[in-house]
């Protein structure tokens, strides 16, 4: 089933937890907007609420297909999403 997002999420491109975009990062903050390196369509674009040693609480607001809200995720799946990307979106 498709999910009506807002967002083109099939733009986003598909990043695993060994690529070194994924390991690459300066840290996540909270309030800074990511998605799910490797099924980025399944779970949309989300708000990172918390962050707990390597592991943090994301809102996806049902924004991707599987229309996931909230859930923690380790920190190498998630892709931080950039102004310049985000306009693509």
Do not use: C
């Not at 099939?10 to 909270?30: E, I, M, N, T, Y």
């Not at 800074?32 to 707990?52: C, W």
């Not at 859930?71 to 979106?89: A, F, G, N, Q």
């Amino acid at each position: 089933m498709k999910s009506e997002s807002a967002y083109r999420l099939d733009r986003l491109p598909v990043v695993q937890a060994f690529h070194w975009r994924s390991r690459a990062k300066s840290g996540l903050r909270k309030g800074e907007l990511v998605y799910y390196g490797p099924f980025p369509a399944s779970y949309g674009i989300g708000e990172v609420n918390a962050i707990v040693g390597s592991f943090v609480a994301v809102n996806f607001r049902g924004t991707g297909e599987a229309r996931v809200h909230h859930d923690v995720i380790h920190e190498r799946y998630l892709i931080p999403i950039t102004k310049s990307e985000l306009m693509r979106l």
